[in-house]
């Protein structure tokens, strides 16, 4: 619910921020995102919430190659491509970080988890897909997205449960690398997909508010996302944000006019509603999504040994 509300809350304020006042600077934005993210972790670890921890120099630098890949590559995909094909682009996340957790994590998804899965990119699809069209630069930028925030998502449960690092940790060491590189190279990303300078906007007093209410909704969604990946997996946490894209489509209808809204609109949506309460369901039940532990031959024989013995015990008592 916390990345849900943050989340939903980001988007509708940076909505306003960029489509009512102009502001079209977004990886500028999100350097200024995690600029502030790093302040609330070093308050953090000033009052002592946040221990000490390690984290490798080349898997941070890994790591924020990836995420920072994964802002630029959305926002080029977004201006070479239409907006249909865009958000098919989304869609085949799921399915990217699906391959990554059976071949890095040995997960094993049960028949109902699968078609789940399908249901709610089906809906998805069918409420948010309208003109399709591709050219090769664009799908170029949307497979180089696509690869780099499945990558990114992945890494985030892969660091977390091999270094033992909690979402605080893990925010620590990466948001101030993602601020220094976004806010470094923000300004000329912006000037290439806007022909505008961050520099030169009109900053007026609204545009200020509602640039510093998008940092700090920002930090919540930060810390949540590292949570639900954390807590869960990549896969449920990006089935968990077509549920925000279906809750900003509702909200978009009630706030914003009911235009764009019909039949195949409101099916989709239920459509996606429907396979993500079944994937609630199916993944939690037993052997629906579960991680494969293969035995080496070594501790095999162990097992072997220990059995062997315990049966010649039962045996003398």
């Not at 079944?278 to 991680?291: F, L, Q």
């Not at 532990?293 to 501790?299: A, G, I, R």
Request: charged residues 10%; contains cysteine; glycine residues 8%.
């Amino acid at each position: 619910m916390f990345n849900v509300v943050t989340s939903v809350g980001i988007i509708m304020v940076n909505k306003a921020l960029m489509a009512t006042h102009g502001f079209s600077f977004a990886t500028t934005l999100t350097g200024l995102h995690f600029a502030t993210t790093t302040l609330m972790t070093l308050v953090m670890k000033w009052l002592g919430y946040i221990q000490p921890s390690y984290l490798p120099l080349p898997e941070l630098v890994k790591f924020a190659f990836f995420a920072n890949l994964s802002i630029v590559g959305m926002n080029v995909s977004l201006m070479w491509n239409s907006v249909g094909f865009y958000q098919i682009a989304k869609l085949c996340i799921i399915p990217v970080l699906c391959i990554l957790e059976i071949l890095f994590d040995k997960v094993r998804y049960s028949r109902d988890t699968k078609l789940s899965i399908v249901l709610v990119l089906v809906g998805v699809a069918v409420c948010t897909v309208t003109d399709v069209s591709v050219n090769s630069q664009g799908l170029l930028a949307a497979v180089i997205a696509v690869w780099s925030t499945a990558l990114q998502q992945h890494y985030v449960h892969h660091l977390q449960r091999k270094y033992s690092l909690g979402s605080f940790n893990l925010l620590g060491h990466t948001a101030p690398a993602q601020a220094a590189s976004l806010l470094i190279l923000g300004p000329f990303v912006d000037f290439w997909l806007t022909n505008k300078r961050v520099d030169t906007f009109n900053y007026t007093s609204i545009v200020t508010f509602f640039i510093v209410l998008s940092c700090i909704i920002a930090v919540g969604t930060n810390l949540s996302q590292f949570i639900c990946i954390g807590r869960f997996t990549a896969v449920s946490f990006q089935v968990l944000g077509h549920m925000k894209t279906i809750l900003v489509l509702t909200l978009g209808f009630l706030f914003f006019g009911k235009e764009g809204l019909n039949f195949h609109v409101a099916l989709g949506m239920l459509l996606a509603v429907i396979g993500m309460i079944w994937y609630g369901s199916a993944s939690s039940k037993p052997g629906g999504k579960e991680r494969q532990v293969y035995s080496t031959p070594s501790e095999k024989i162990q097992k072997h040994g220990i059995l062997s013995s315990q049966s010649e015990l039962d045996q003398k008592v």
